[in-house]
């Protein structure tokens, strides 16, 4: 689930003490150091779920897993979503400081194993009922042939609109861009209300306009760079001409409050989302009354209708001094039971097969919704470089939403920008 870059404060809680120790520094043991089969010893757990909603949620989780192992600690400690890659990076490259458990946003996991900071999964109890998990939830747990994670939430985006300012603006949700457009100056004409927030600071929110066209960031089987062909130069002409349009506005900065703030007050009737806001957005005035909130799949470009495949894994860092009790907290949190659980209080999507069975599950309206569009969602390249090309993407995005740059420009330079990236790509 991604909150993109926008920074949270960090938040610990949980444990006798709650500082960034990991696994190579926090006094874990073994495990089961005297042969007894019961598991002991701390598990440091970076979670990066939103503040104040979601983290609430994984906390209590992670004091259920101590009830059932008394013996173990767990210190949770909440990182921001945007400093989480590179803190885990610079911890387990020092050896001081990493986690024995990331919660990691699945391009970080190829990147992380490739840098040999994850302990293979394969014939761990991690991996209990491995087959169980959604082929492509799994898929970006692999790397190099091994499992470096579990997956434990799975997502992709949608339209999320206001039903009311819809009713007073008589419209209908918008099935493409020429139609998004359309509605977008009605709304303003009807309401006064802008029509959609473009958020500009996170380029995971450029994707659905970008595969809407037909392009891609690079082809992984051919290893070919295809942000700069003509499809990703029609992407970018797309965002820029919704902005200046005056379809929506956008931000160079702080995106992720300055969009959640402005749908949840009302002042805009729509913006693309995932399941990791709805319970974010419940919390807002305008929908106090749920029912509000209406869902519908990202408006089609002229090529395509498609929105990236996100989610997060669970990954034990190869340091760690507690393998035995942090396979089996990695194997608890990516349980059924759990996924069912975190379904019914935040409506994120399970990765397992068995949790749709689950009646919380089977009966949430959001997850009923997404489901299809996760089915659909288009899988991002899972190599170890695949975090590392938002960087000089989110940079031209931004400029070119903001008139600093021209989309063909901004496409050549981001595509210039993956070459170098990429050693030996076309």
């Known amino acids: 689930m991604r909150r993109g870059i926008a920074a949270t404060a960090l938040v610990a809680a949980l444990g006798v003490t709650l500082a960034a120790c990991g696994g190579s520094d926090s006094g874990s043991t073994g495990g089961d150091t005297k042969g007894s089969g019961e598991l002991s010893g701390t598990v440091t757990w970076w979670d990066t779920s939103t503040v104040g909603s979601e983290d609430k949620v994984f906390k209590k989780i992670a004091e259920d897993f101590t009830k059932k192992h008394p013996k173990v600690t767990v210190k949770y400690v909440n990182v921001p979503f945007g400093d989480a890659q590179n803190k885990f990076k610079n911890a387990a490259q020092s050896g001081t400081g990493a986690p024995d458990v990331i919660r990691s946003e699945v391009a970080w996991t190829p990147d992380f194993a490739n840098l040999g900071y994850l302990a293979p999964l394969d014939g761990t109890a991690a991996l209990k009922d491995q087959d169980d998990f959604l082929k492509q939830a799994a898929a970006s747990t692999k790397y190099n042939g091994k499992t470096y994670a579990v997956p434990q939430v799975i997502d992709s985006m949608g339209i999320f609109y206001n039903k009311k300012i819809f009713k007073d603006a008589g419209v209908e949700v918008p099935k493409n861009i020429d139609e998004l457009k359309s509605v977008a100056t009605k ?10 927030y473009l958020r500009g600071d996170d380029a995971y929110w450029f994707l659905s306009f970008l595969y809407g066209e037909g392009g891609d960031m690079v082809n992984a089987d051919t290893k070919t760079v295809t942000i700069d062909n003509p499809a990703g130069v029609k992407a970018f002409k797309t965002v820029k001409d919704l902005v200046d349009s005056k379809a929506a506005i956008t931000d160079a900065t702080n995106g992720w409050d300055n969009m959640q703030a402005a749908f949840k007050d009302g002042k805009v009737a729509m913006m693309i989302n995932g399941p990791w806001a ?5 919390a807002g005035k305008e929908f106090a009354d749920k029912a509000n909130l209406g869902i519908a799949p990202v408006p089609a470009g002229s090529a395509a209708q498609g929105a990236p495949q996100g989610g997060h894994n669970l990954a034990v860092y190869a340091g760690s001094k507690n393998m035995a009790a942090s396979y089996a907290f990695v194997e608890y949190m990516s349980s059924t039971e759990v996924q069912a659980q975190v379904a019914k209080e935040l409506s994120l999507l399970p990765t397992r097969t068995s949790a749709y069975g689950k009646t919380e599950v089977a009966t949430n309206e959001m997850i009923t919704f997404f489901k299809p569009v996760v089915e659909k969602a288009v ?13 000089p993407l989110v940079t031209e995005y931004t400029k070119v939403l903001t008139n600093q740059t021209t989309p063909e420009q901004g496409a050549k330079t981001a595509g210039d920008s993956y070459r ?3 050693k030996d790509w076309k």
């Open 187 to 196: 709304i303003k004409q009807k309401t006064g209300k802008t029509g959609l």
């Open 278 to 282: 709805v319970a974010d957005t419940y």
């Open 379 to 391: 899988e991002r390249p899972w190599i170890p470089e695949g975090g590392s090309l938002f960087a």
């Open 420 to 422: 170098k990236l990429l």
